[in-house]
Nanobody, 122 residues
C-alpha cells in the first residue's frame, strides 16, 4: 500500500491550494484519513481528519479556512486550503488507517504519505 500526496506549491498569503492524497495497492477499506503538517524545526501536528462516515475535525488554527474531504471510490483524501497564511508553511503529510484484508478492526495498519511542501509568502 502506498499513499501519494500532491498539490503543494508556493503561493502568496490569502491564496488557495488543494492537496490530494491517493491510496494505491491492495486497499480493501480505509478508516480514518488525515492530514498532518510539519513546519521547519517543529513537531508534526494534526491538521484535520475525516472518518469513513464523513465526520471531520480540525485544529483550531485552520477552522473556517481548510476543508478536508474524501472520495471513497477513489481512495483519495483532499485538503482544500483557503486564505492561506505564512504560518501555514510546512510539509503536509497524509495519513490513513488501511485494511488490506477486511478482517475486522485489527486488520487496519497506519500509513504515511511522502509529504508535499506548502510555502506561503507574505
Amino acid at each position: 500500500v502506498q499513499l501519494q500526496a500532491s498539490g503543494g506549491g508556493l503561493v502568496q498569503a490569502g491564496e488557495s491550494l488543494r492537496l490530494s492524497c491517493a491510496a494505491s495497492g491492495s486497499v480493501f477499506s480505509i478508516n480514518v484519513m488525515a492530514w498532518y503538517r510539519q513546519a521547519p524545526g517543529k513537531e508534526r501536528d494534526l491538521v484535520a481528519f475525516i472518518t469513513s462516515s464523513g465526520s471531520t475535525n480540525y485544529r483550531d488554527s485552520v477552522k473556517g479556512r481548510f476543508t478536508i474531504s474524501r472520495d471513497n471510490a477513489k481512495n483519495t483524501v483532499y485538503l482544500q486550503m483557503n486564505s492561506l497564511k505564512p504560518e501555514d508553511t510546512a510539509v503536509y503529510y497524509c495519513n490513513a488507517d488501511i485494511s488490506t484484508t477486511g478482517w475486522g478492526e485489527r486488520s487496519y495498519s497506519n500509513y504515511w504519505g511522502q509529504g508535499t511542501l506548502v510555502t506561503v509568502s507574505s
